[in-house]
Nanobody
């Protein structure tokens, strides 16, 4: 499985941004799709994860971020962005066999 993230950029606080991640390869092996982020000096954290019949969001983004997908892409739509949302965002998939794959990361910067 290969992942390629895009869509990051600079946005004003209160604005919106949608991240995209093209997923290719053995997509039938995918059990879960997720977005993580890592802010400077902090550990990588889970933002949202979607698997069959279940979607979970971090408390800090609940109600503002939406994870979705189609046959080729996975998306993270982000509304009401805050400066504390500034981070490098990574797409991630987990397979039924227990393997994990990461995209290369895309920078999101929210200015106040």
């Amino acid at each position: 499985v290969q992942l390629q993230a895009s869509g990051g950029g600079l946005v004003l606080a209160g604005g919106s941004l949608t991240l995209s991640c093209v997923v290719s390869g053995s997509i039938l092996s995918i059990q879960s799709r997720a977005w993580y982020r890592q802010a400077p000096g902090k550990q990588r954290e889970l933002v949202a994860v979607s698997s069959i019949g279940s979607t979970t969001y971090a408390g800090s983004v609940e109600g503002r971020f939406t994870i979705s997908r189609d046959n080729v892409y996975m998306y993270l739509h982000m509304d009401s962005l805050k400066p504390e949302d500034t981070a490098v965002y990574y797409c991630h998939v987990g397979t039924f066999a227990g393997r994990e794959y990461w995209g290369q990361g895309t920078q999101v910067t929210v200015s106040s």
